[in-house]
């Protein structure tokens, strides 16, 4: 991704690092034009010239800043736009085992950190070019002067490597720290119910979880910061030292002119400058690698096609869809991982087919198998004689429309093309749900998703129904349904859904209700029986 990205502004990086350089190359230019007058050179044209110099100084460090800061905000935009499509791109299944809490830090804290070092990579180069200009005319000043300054220069620098080396470590540990951090805040928003109810819950949560937590995180980000300081205050200290050096070595060593000497003391003291900048930019420039790795280890996918949309009302035909073997396993370490499986199901176009199954029997995670959302399973899954595999698994998944229990509620309407839906096409699908008199459809969207978790549950139907789908999967839809809208799902609207040519499965603890079913399988421990004769059975217990 990153170099993706810097290919694409390479052109603009090296234009700002041109101008960046000439800006540097002209404040060396002022240096030596005044050097020159202290050693006693003509001041014919000095005035001129210095009045040249500072206008250039100006036009150049401005437009290299400017196009700097601009170039900071198109990375930005870029990585933070790259790193969306990447999340959009990537299979469930891997966000899921990444955890949504590491995808937000990514794209809240890694994004900022990966294009503050790709936009100070430009001055850290020119900086870095300013500081061997200074030191190759300083070489050809005084060949053993420069020995002199470089030797005690590069052991203070080698010094200041190892402290950032000790810095950059604990960056890492900052960084893993912060995520621990942010998923703590997750709980907090997403358990904020519970949390204002709960005292003894809120305390300890605030002081067995967040107080340490945040102790941690400080403490790391005080202990890197204790090392960038030491950093940028070393490298004052050490070009100030090598001055002294210069001068001491200058009179009392070596025998030095007094003009080599003013030259030294005015270039060393430029150097501050760029040197604190270099030393600076290696906090930036460690963040942002902490930063890339965290992106790398995330494994996003690149998906050309993440923006592309086939009508879903196109995908009819299909006939059956057989699952033959299908099994999956949940990564988790231990004996504790759940699998499904060996699976066989069955499903034709137009029925009704029910799955039902105790507490964790594994019915939604073959659910999210079936339709496409794993794509780590053993086995085989044909849609009529076409078997699904990754070629064609986005062309398989546009069959079905899914509520799932934990579903989230969009608050635009899309019809089968991808399209807003216009109120009129849409408003029976309203009635019908019962939702009439509680929210309204204004170009395209819902007026209003904040309603009781039943109702949500209605408009996620609407949204299915919308799309057009061939396939419904519904997981326990109705059970946060009143007695009356329960029955009404079962007794009115999957019949309804049925005689308009869908395709329903539908995952249900009703048994009151299973006589809808054209067709039942049954989860024990991750394994699927079909029950033909259950059906009969609850026929005379519905009579
Ligand atoms: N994201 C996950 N990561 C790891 N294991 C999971 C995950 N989700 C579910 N499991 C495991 O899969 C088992 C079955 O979960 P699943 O949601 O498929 O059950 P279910 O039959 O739909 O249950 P319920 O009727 O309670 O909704 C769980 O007991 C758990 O061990």
Redesign the pocket.
């Known amino acids: 991704m990153i170099s993706k990205i810097v290919s694409e502004y390479k052109w603009k990086l090296v234009f700002a690092a041109v101008l960046s350089a000439l800006s540097a190359g002209v404040s060396l230019w002022l240096i030596s034009m005044i050097n020159g007058s202290l050693a006693g050179a003509g001041m014919d044209d000095f005035v001129l010239t210095f009045l040249v110099a500072i206008v250039l100084l100006f036009t150049l460090g401005f437009f290299s800043q400017w196009l700097l800061a601009r170039l900071g905000t198109s990375l930005v935009f870029r990585i933070r736009s790259l790193l969306v499509e990447r999340v959009l791109g990537t299979s469930y299944e891997q966000l899921?085992k990444i955890g949504g809490h590491r995808v937000h830090a990514t794209i809240t804290t890694d994004v900022n950190s990966l294009s503050e070092a790709l936009a100070i990579i430009p001055v850290f180069v020119v900086n870095l070019t300013t500081i061997l200009l200074c030191f190759s005319y300083l070489a050809y000043l005084s060949p053993i002067m420069f020995t002199v300054l470089f030797l005690s220069l590069g052991s203070g620098v080698s010094l200041t490597a190892y402290i950032m080396y000790r810095g950059a470590r604990v960056f890492t540990a900052l960084r893993e720290s912060e995520d621990g951090m942010f998923s703590i805040f997750k709980g907090m928003v997403d358990g904020s119910k519970e949390l204002s109810l709960n005292e003894a819950r809120r305390s300890f949560f605030l002081k067995q979880l967040v107080r340490p937590r945040l102790e941690e995180v400080k403490s790391l980000e005080s202990n890197a910061l204790t090392y960038w300081v030491l950093t940028q205050s070393w490298a004052s200290t050490i070009l100030f030292f090598c001055l002294g050096l210069l001068v001491y070595f200058a009179f009392a060593v070596y025998e030095i002119e007094i003009a080599v000497l003013t030259g030294f003391v005015l270039f060393t003291t430029y150097m501050v400058g760029p040197l604190n900048f270099v030393m600076r930019s290696f906090q930036f420039l460690f963040k942002g690698r902490v930063a890339y790795k965290k992106v790398q280890s995330l494994s996003l996918v690149e998906n050309q096609l993440v923006d592309r949309v086939t009508d879903k009302s196109d995908v009819s035909g299909w006939g059956k869809i057989s699952v033959r073997g299908l099994m999956y396993r949940?990564e988790?370490s231990g004996d504790?991982?759940?699998s499904?499986g060996p699976v066989d199901f069955e499903v034709s176009e137009g029925e009704v087919v029910f799955i039902r199954?105790?507490?964790?029997?594994?019915?939604?995670?073959?659910a999210k198998a079936l339709v496409g959302l794993y794509s780590h399973c053993s086995g085989s899954i044909h849609l009529g004689d076409i078997e699904v595999s990754e070629k064609n698994i986005q062309l398989y998944r546009n069959h079905f429309s899914t509520i799932f229990?934990d579903f989230y509620l969009f608050e635009h309407i899309l019809n089968s093309k991808g399209e807003l839906v216009s109120k009129v096409d849409v408003w029976s699908h309203v009635e019908r749900l019962g939702m009439a008199d509680k929210v309204d459809i204004v170009d395209g969207k819902l007026s209003t998703i904040d309603l009781s978790q039943g109702q949500r549950k209605r408009l996620a139907m609407l949204l299915a129904c919308a799309e057009d789908a061939p396939i419904y999967l519904f997981?326990?839809w109705a059970a946060d349904q009143d007695p009356i809208f329960r029955s009404y799902f079962y007794r009115e609207l999957l019949p309804a859904f049925k005689a308009d040519g869908k395709t329903v499965i539908v995952?249900s603890?009703d048994d009151k209700y299973f006589d809808v079913a054209d067709r039942m399988y049954n989860?024990e421990l991750?394994k699927a029986y079909q029950e033909e004769l259950a059906i009969n059975e609850l026929e005379l217990s519905s009579q």
Request: aromatic share 16%; glycine share 20%; net charge negative.
């Open positions: 899921e949940y988790e504790l991982s759940f499904i199954g105790g507490n964790g029997s594994g019915k939604s995670t073959f229990s997981d326990e995952i603890h989860f991750g």
